[in-house]
């Protein structure tokens, strides 16, 4: 009790933390702790992660106490070896409106669940024409996230004309919109782009009335340049991350790739033999081969052999499904529990389908992946705002400042336009072939 009083657990949280530990020590039986070895740890939580009683906050309460008992209190040597961090951070639930889920659901159920909360529920009903919308969305194939924003949009767009009848909206409204969002809320000129995009999606594809001229008072667009780490930079923030977050950061500089295309890399996406990584449906729905860093292999390795551990374990209890996308699933019904189609970077926690009933593991959250990578950044001191992108532009910088020609770095990332790449050229302060030297230097 002194050690968790210490480590500032609250009062009335002790007690299950002394039941989790008390429920570990029986199940190690008559071994001692010195005795414990990495697979003896790891494989308890596996089997605790099977247990679909227990929700996310409980499980990381159990990982937090075993580590209390096994690093701070007893010391134990195979305590050390332990990625904790995966086990807490990767027990966060995805969620039925996740990105990766919400495609499960129809767009009309979608609108009534509230997917921007219980207000937006209450209001949308008053617009049935939503749901229309949210489905020739879907019809185009256009991704869940642009779903969202455009539903959303549309929404503030219908509650900004008021009472006013659908007959009667048209450009001026739509004018008056974009202008408001200008002026009197100064949003970001991106951002009332995908506001205009929205609208004229909905005339168009919904209410089948193009918008023609529609003018108004347009933020200007603002230059900015990417945050770029130098070479030792990113060596330090590296440095501060092991476990399976480590091998994703490493991955994600290696390989230039975004932060879902990271979380959503799949078994059968890894190619050892040829030393490449497939990237599927990425931005766009474009599909695209990516370096494998070799430096990275035997450790993605060692990670995919616990994966293929804790998938044979779900298997034992009558779980090992994955979600897969596109009616997949339908189409090949044993596929959801085969090896090859499971998460490289799964949680650490099975999930029940609310819907369906199925138990499956989804991907690990990637907000968990973001927090540990800003840790990491402080940790390492570097004064810039890190984010999990900072890898991708960093992955460009480098390859453009290794010589390799900025077509090769746009297909690697995957960029639609060359135009999109040539921003690490001016991060590079090289817009010719030469870099531009300070007249104080010369």
């Known amino acids: 009790m002194a050690l968790l009083e210490s480590k500032r657990i609250p009062e009335k949280a002790r007690p299950h933390y002394v039941r989790f530990v008390e429920a570990f020590l029986r199940d190690l039986g008559p071994k001692s702790l010195a005795e414990l070895t990495r697979d003896r740890i790891t494989d308890y939580l596996r089997r605790l992660s099977t247990d679909t009683k227990l929700t996310d906050w409980q499980f990381r309460q159990v990982v937090d106490a075993l580590q209390l008992l096994l ?16 086990w807490r951070e990767g027990a966060k639930d995805l ?5 990766t889920l919400a495609k499960e659901q129809a767009p009309g159920d979608r609108i009534a669940a509230g997917v ?21 969305i879907r019809s185009k194939r256009y991704s869940i996230r642009t779903e ?6 549309c929404h503030r767009f219908l509650r900004f004309c008021g009472d006013k009848p659908m007959t009667e909206i048209g450009a001026a409204d739509v004018q008056r919109f974009l202008s408001h969002l200008a002026v009197e809320r100064n949003l970001a000129a991106s951002t009332q782009s995908v506001a205009l995009n929205a609208v004229v999606f909905l005339f168009k594809e919904v209410l089948e009335r193009p918008l023609d001229g529609v003018q108004f008072a347009k933020t200007k667009r603002k230059a900015s340049l990417p945050v770029v780490l130098t070479r030792k930079e990113t060596q330090r923030l590296l440095a501060n991350m092991d476990g399976m977050f480590g091998l994703m950061a490493g991955l994600m500089y290696g390989t230039g790739m975004r932060l879902m295309e990271c979380v959503r890399l799949r078994v059968a996406d890894l190619d050892f033999g040829r030393m490449a990584i497939a990237v599927r449906d990425g931005k766009g729905g474009k599909d695209r081969i990516v370096p494998f860093p ?39 019904p044993n596929a ?16 029940r389908d609310p819907k369906s009933g199925q138990i499956r593991r989804h991907h690990v959250h990637e907000s968990s992946l973001q927090r540990k990578i800003k840790e990491a950044a402080t940790a390492a001191r570097i004064p810039k705002k890190v984010s999990s992108h900072a890898l991708r532009h960093s992955f460009a910088t480098d390859l453009l400042r290794a010589g390799y020609d900025i077509r090769t770095v746009q297909e690697l990332l995957g960029h639609a336009d060359v135009s999109q790449t040539m921003v690490y050229t001016h991060v590079l302060n090289r817009p010719g072939v030469l870099p531009v030297k300070s007249p104080a230097d010369l």
């Open 116 to 136: 921007s909360g219980p207000a937006f529920a209450r209001s949308a009903a008053a617009f049935p024409i939503l749901e229309s919308l949210a489905r020739a």
């Open 71 to 86: 690093v701070d209190l007893a010391q134990v040597s195979a305590g050390k070896e332990v990625d904790w961090d995966y």
């Open 294 to 332: 070799e430096r990275h292999a035997e450790q993605l390795r060692a990670h995919l052999r616990d994966v293929e551990a804790q998938h044979k374990e779900d298997i034992s209890v009558g779980a090992g499904y994955v979600f897969l996308p596109n009616a997949l699933a339908r189409k090949y």
């Open 336 to 351: 959801p529990r085969a090896w090859i189609w499971q998460y490289v970077f799964p949680s650490a926690l099975l999930s």
């Open 148 to 153: 969202q924003s455009y539903v959303d949009w």
């Open 95 to 99: 969620g039925i409106h996740h990105p």
